[in-house]
């Protein structure tokens, strides 16, 4: 439930993390980005698609302007039909079929007005967007004040174990968080309301600051005004109490930036929400609202002590540290109460920590399990093991390593089924179902909504998400759905279900009225019955195979342990008594072993201990019920104003700037930009003139992205003065006007998470207009040379192929492959024929076994020419006049380091680099909530060698070249990625040299080196 800075999540947090297939700006947890993401100033809208455009010190002009120079493209299901309908104040867009979604987020969002405006006391200007969207099935939403106050809801509720499990109604939580981020960020006042009223909502000081002010601040409404909420979840409680007991609590420096290690993207949410839920009980919650109301009402960011002190009258780092102490004296109290009452708890499996979870034994097999995760160094996978007979590990095999927010493994024979999230149609984020084994891995559906498999007896099971909620299915062995056991309601939520080893039993955990219990399905029965009934949460059932037990995982005296329920008694005994956490436990077949997930400071990690149940300890009460959700919404209203969705209606420009000078030197320079909600159309424009010249030039760009891919239009058109004729021997100066019109469409092939296949199509048009009359020339002078009028057609298609592995603590995407391929013809009126111009380019990166993340790469690039009339390429790279480069997206380096840019020139080129990367240490320092956080140090050697040429390459003489270079990697302005790097070229030969240089340059993938 947030905003949109981590989007590059729901967004699947960033693109990069996606495509790692970790979850390392992740939340904590055993499933996947289920975490809302949280607002900043650096990431507006997908507009930037996971790109931070900020710098601290000019953010206004410098944030603004990039953001009316980019728009969003991001392909849509063009069967959506989008209708919409208005309440007092709010607008609400939805795919047709999604009514009931939408009745009830009008009815919730209209209740959400009312408390928060009163809680935060503001109210904001017009209504507030909200638009339902079904292409993912990881739970998520996100909300931004720029530019429009708009929030997206993902229809779909949180998966299995997560910070977002202890829910009482998921959707009245996620609109109080994300209409709180809209209230937060909105509330403003002074000079950036002014700026906002000319400019547009362009300046938001609220979002400028720690991530953990934004989510403290919507995770406290969300428990403020709920019966749940993560101020209340013991999932939090987990978290903190075993990070004090092992001295590992944040520093206030490391919670206002995006530290690295674990819990990694949880911590502004776990750390803000805890630490303003204390502020706000000791203090007082009428100091949040001041101090929100001040930051709001300051021109320049990074106050935030200053308003804390203004609001709570001390210091942030006193407050910090009695928030810590506080901590601490919880958790040893806890602590104590569990010892006291004797540890009972496995030993460690495996080495791995952090995501390692859902451990299944093999239903015949005693000594063989399963389990999927990762430990942070290595891609998160589908792994095998085999146990002697005192239970250690004897073998370990990865079976598959494209894994990405899988669920729990059903052993089929020698195989398993599981769930994970894979593209589907090219667009969509869905569930289905897998068979993977030892010789690889095979799809079973696609688009099928399907998760959590269960096989016993002869039978299947999974659970089906639709858009009224979820349902418990029969599967053929195809995975193909037979029948509905259990058909959708609103409101219950179904997860982990097991079949009982005969196949008749169904044991499953669900949500229903705001409790989160385990229930039992019997054949024959009308409907399913409760093996538990408290408010406690009750998760991950799974049955011994002699079918004598169900044991599962429950909350219900302040930690998850693990519990057995006995079939033939209905009794319920513990089995467990940890300090940290115990989850998803497995029995094996001969009934001796039982293994768990257990949770440490560092994550979590596979626990085993003899299963004995004989030695089982009496349960804790059960705790009482806790009421259901106040402000839930069984009865929706008709949706009878709801009328087409109509995008034109909203794409007047939302935002503009006007300078001189800023943008184009000597010049008076004019941006907007405009956007639907949906994001199915959206443009930027701008113009700029010379008042001394009169020389002018103009561009407007559209996106379309309702096609199952988006296509991008763009119109470019401008007059000079140009003084390259030769008349009479004098330089002629003339007014030289051109137009150029392109279509550009990128259409997948193949699309899979962390491995795509793509091709790409752009059609040009241009002309180049000069006067038609000229002075008279004089005989007795050479001939004029007179530049004239052309028209260019230009046509460019190409294909790209890219798979990538790596892990939440690498440098960037450590193994797999991009290879890129194109050709382009273009004629020109006043050439002869048309000229060809082809490419190719390709990578390759493997981790090297020296460190954990140390990685080689190398890069092939090849371009040639037919009927070219002159030199297309150069090969160099480094040599630069100012070796200090402020240029934080661009790279000081080409194909060739230690050469200048067109040390060689042709109709040909090819160019070879390398590079291995490694890091060195991790830094993690910062100052209090300073906007700036060493995060890490690495470095990086790097050479190349190529050149270009018209004929006949001289394979034997290329231009050669290395460096080497020191990275620090910063966050600045609490969460824009900055490094700084210190590096020296040097080519070899006459014209290469050494050359030092210093350069903020972004994190974002930038070739081999």
Do not use: C
């Not at 100091?287 to 942030?316: E, I, K, T």
């Not at 601490?328 to 080495?351: I, N, Y």
């Not at 309601?489 to 219990?517: N, V, W």
């Not at 087409?644 to 300078?659: E, G």
């Amino acid at each position: 439930m947030g905003t949109t800075a981590e989007i590059s999540i729901a967004g699947r947090k960033n693109q990069e993390e996606f495509d790692r297939g970790t979850r390392g700006g992740g939340p904590v947890g055993p499933v996947g980005p289920t975490t809302y993401p949280s607002f900043s100033v650096f990431s507006v809208l997908r507009v930037f698609r996971g790109k931070n455009l900020f710098l601290p010190l000019f953010f206004f002009f410098f944030f603004f302007f990039f953001s009316l120079s980019v728009v969003p493209s991001q392909a849509a299901d063009p069967r959506f039909e989008w209708r919409s309908f208005e309440t007092d104040h709010f607008v609400v867009t939805y795919p047709q079929g999604y009514e009931a979604w939408a009745g009830r987020v009008g009815v919730l969002a209209e209740k959400a007005h009312d408390l928060l405006t009163l809680h935060l006391a503001w109210i904001p200007d017009g209504k507030t967007h909200l638009v339902i969207t079904d292409y993912t099935d990881m739970a998520n939403g996100w909300a931004t004040a720029y530019f429009r106050r708009t929030i997206t809801i993902f229809a779909v509720s949180p998966d299995d174990v997560s910070e977002l499990s202890d829910f009482d109604d998921w959707l009245w939580g996620l609109i109080l968080h994300e209409y709180t981020h809209i209230l937060h960020m909105d509330t403003m006042s002074g000079l950036p309301k002014l700026v906002n009223r000319i400019f547009g909502q362009v300046w938001v000081p609220n979002s400028v600051q720690p991530s953990w002010v934004l989510e403290g601040m919507a995770i406290y409404s969300e428990t403020r005004f709920s019966t749940a909420g993560r101020n209340r979840a013991t999932f939090y409680d987990m978290i903190l109490r075993t990070s004090a007991l092992t001295d590992r609590l944040q520093r206030l420096d490391e919670i206002s930036s995006a530290p690295i290690p674990y819990p990694h993207g949880s911590i502004p949410y776990l750390y803000g929400s805890r630490f303003l839920w204390y502020l706000a009980n000791r203090y007082g919650e009428d100091n949040l609202r001041f101090m929100s109301a001040d930051y709001g009402n300051r021109w320049f960011p990074f106050g935030v002590h200053q308003s804390a002190r203004m609001s709570f009258g001390r210091d942030l780092d006193e407050l910090y540290a009695e928030f810590v102490t506080d901590q601490k004296k919880q958790a040893m109290a806890v602590r104590d109460r569990v010892l006291a009452g004797g540890l009972r708890e496995g030993k460690p499996l495996v080495s791995q920590a952090e995501s390692t979870f859902y451990p299944v034994f093999h239903p015949t097999r005693p000594r063989e399990l399963l389990y999927v995760g990762h430990d942070g160094h290595h891609p998160n996978s589908l792994r095998h093991l085999t146990l002697d007979g005192q239970g250690r590990v004897r073998s370990q095999r990865v079976w598959e390593t494209n894994v990405f927010e899988a669920g729990p493994p059903a052993w089929d024979g020698d195989r398993a089924w599981l769930h994970q999230i894979e593209y589907a149609h090219r667009v969509h984020l869905r569930n289905d179902l897998f068979r993977a084994g030892p010789d690889g891995t095979t799809r079973l559906t696609e688009d099928a909504r399907l998760a959590f498999p269960t096989l016993a007896g002869g039978r299947r099971v999974a659970v089906r998400l639709t858009n009224g909620g979820h349902e418990l299915v029969a599967l053929d062995a195809r995975g193909r759905v037979t029948r509905v056991l259990l058909p959708a309601q609103a409101r219950r939520r179904i997860y982990g279900p097991r079949l009982s080893p005969d196949g008749t039993r169904i044991a499953f955990s669900m949500t229903h009225q705001g409790q989160r219990d385990v229930w039992l399905l019997n054949p024959g029965s009308e409907g399913p019955v409760r093996v538990t009934d408290d408010s406690a949460m009750d998760v991950t059932p799974s049955w011994t195979a002699d079918g004598r037990y169900l044991v599962f995982s429950s909350d219900r005296d302040g930690i998850y342990n693990i519990y057995a329920w006995e079939a033939a008694t209905g009794r319920i005994a513990r089995v467990t008594n940890v300090l940290g956490g115990a989850f998803a436990p497995t029995v094996s077949a001969d009934g001796q072993l039982l293994v768990y997930a257990g949770y440490t400071a560092l994550g979590f990690n596979l626990f085993i201990m003899p299963f004995l149940p004989a030695e089982f300890l009496p349960a804790p009460p059960s705790l009482p019920v806790r009421p259901d959700s106040p402000h839930k919404e069984t009865a929706f209203p008709l949706l009878h104003n709801a009328r087409p969705y109509r995008p034109w209606l909203h794409l007047a420009p939302l935002a503009w700037f006007a300078d001189y000078g800023f943008t184009t030197v000597d010049r008076f320079s004019l941006s907007m930009m405009g956007f639907d909600p949906v994001e199915l159309h959206a443009w930027s424009g701008g113009a700029s003139w010379n008042p001394v010249s009169h020389d002018y030039d103009a561009s407007l760009y559209y996106t379309y992205s309702g096609f199952w891919w988006p296509l991008d239009l763009a119109l470019t058109l401008g007059d000079q003065i140009r003084s390259n004729a030769l008349i009479n021997r004098d330089w002629y100066d003339y007014d030289y006007d051109w137009y150029k019109l392109e279509a550009t469409v990128s259409i997948p092939v193949w699309q899979r998470v962390k491995r795509y296949a793509s091709t790409f199509f752009t059609v040009s048009w241009n002309e180049g207009l000069v006067p038609d009359r000229w002075p008279a020339t004089r005989p007795d002078y050479p001939l004029p040379s007179i530049p004239g009028s052309y028209s260019r057609v230009a046509a460019k298609a190409g294909a790209w192929y890219q798979r990538t592995e790596s892990s939440t603590y690498a440098l960037e995407w450590e193994s797999g492959e991009y290879v890129s391929v194109s050709v382009e013809p273009a004629w020109r009126s006043d050439t002869d024929g048309l000229r060809w111009l082809g490419s190719f380019d390709g990578t390759l990166r493997r981790k090297l076994p020296l460190g954990r993340h140390t990685v080689f790469s190398t890069r092939l690039r090849l371009g040639g020419s037919i009927n070219a009339g002159g030199p297309m390429y150069s090969v160099g790279g480094t040599q630069m006049e100012n070796r200090l480069f402020l240029k934080p997206w661009m790279t000081p380096r080409n194909m060739v380091p230690g050469f200048p840019d067109t040390t060689d020139i042709g109709k040909h080129y090819w160019a070879g680099t390398f590079s291995v990367s490694f890091p060195i240490t991790y830094l993690g320092y910062g100052f209090s909530t300073l906007p700036f956080f060493a995060r890490r140090l690495s470095a990086k050697i790097y050479g190349g060698f190529g050149e270009a040429f018209d004929s006949t390459a001289d394979w034997a003489d290329p231009l050669v070249g290395g460096g080497v270079e020191l990275r620090i990697h910063l966050i600045a302005g609490y969460a824009g990625a900055m490094d700084v790097v210190l590096g020296v070229t040097y080519g070899w030969g006459e014209e290469g040299a050494w050359q030092p240089y210093i350069q903020m340059s972004s994190p974002l993938p930038q070739g081999v080196f």
